[in-house]
């Protein structure tokens, strides 16, 4: 088969990994792709909001499967488009993937529906929202309703603090139109947990689980980020908890969906806050997580086109999913100063040391190829990814390998995973 992966980041990087070791899998391009990704891919210089030269592209060179890995494309309606010029594709359309593009048509199919989550308001003006904020108990959350790479969440711990997110958000626009209309959360106390999900429309399998670290400094301190690391599973997520979490918010969310005439078809995302009061929804996306999918797929063991093509051809319940029984831990290196300022540029050394290394990966986050080299080209730069035994090898592992690889302004978290020691 000729695949095709669009995106440009470290999930694409281990999305690509995985495809690659698909028995189907032939020629892999990758639109447009890393400089990590163009070692196993052939990578394509269009951008993946150019929908049509896409599919132009796709039609070409003769494509039997498309993969989206990117939120705003997903959002964007690239499905939509691909499926009108009858090309076979993996994600939502449009309409379902709505469910990660607007909090609030996320929150109202909760409410509806009966899935667990916290209590919320949704405003579409700051005068309303600030009134809000005079009556309730904080800390309180605040969440831009459309995509804002991952860092549209706020909690706030005072009002002062409530009323500045909302500054922030809705007049100052710092993430443009997503911040048109805010929701404005109870704040959950708990344990955080990830677990992405293939999907059918009807049937969902959900895999491993996994949790994500979003501050940029350890301790959890500092701004929110796509995300510094991530562990895979998570020993808090225990089976009791999953098979709750199948029979109260998994397959209750394909079948509201699936109510709603939004059939979801690929990956749904569980963002799942363990509560006192048993699992919540924190929040869905519509693709792979990331850095999420670098510590899931590594572990999974089936192929991964056998179980996109059941999920497009509606029989993922034919599918047996099955991961290792291991662990993996994922370390971003970063450029210092991200999530805000940060250069750009600097010479990468140290990567040749990951090659054929089993159970070692480095995912291209943000780099570039050039006559030098490659070089960092992002905030993210890295998602260096170990496996091991249980999970405090795995965290072993991975901090060792993040000292094979070197750049200028290298930054990163030190305790990603120090939430095993407490398991």
Known sequence: MNILIVGSGGREHAIAASVKKSRKAEKIYCAPGNGGIAEIAECVNIPAMEFEKLADFAEEKKID??????????????VDVFEERGLRVFGPEKKAAIIEGSKSFSKDLMKKYGIP??????????????????????????????LALGKGVLICNTQKEAEAGITTLMLDKQFGDAGNTVVIEDFMTGREVSVLCFCDGTHIKPMTSAQDHKRAKDGDKGLNTGGMG????????????AKICEETIYQPTMNAMK???????????????????????????????????????PRMKNDIIDVMEACIDGTLDKIDLQFEDNAAVCVILASDGYPEKYEKGKLITGLENFHDKEGYYAFHAGTKRTEDGIVTNGGRVLGIT??????????????EATKWVSFENKYMRNDIGKAIDEA
């Open 65 to 78: 499967l498309t993969i989206i890995g990117m939120d705003d494309p997903l959002v964007g309606g690239i």
């Open 117 to 146: 989550t916290c209590n919320y308001q949704t405003f579409h003006s700051p005068e309303e929202a600030l009134l809000y904020l005079e009556k309730v108990s904080y800390p309180v959350v605040l969440k831009a309703d459309g």
């Open 230 to 241: 991530t562990f895979s599973p998570s020993p808090f997520y225990t089976d009791e908890i």
């Open 259 to 297: 109510a709603e005439g939004r059939d979801f078809t690929g990956i749904l995302f569980v963002g799942l806050m363990l509560t006192a009061d048993g699992p919540k929804v924190l929040e869905y996306n519509a693709r792979f997580g990331d850095p999420e999918a670098q510590v899931v797929l």
């Open 386 to 399: 170990a496996k091991g035994n249980d999970l405090k090898e795995a965290r072993k592992n991975a901090y």
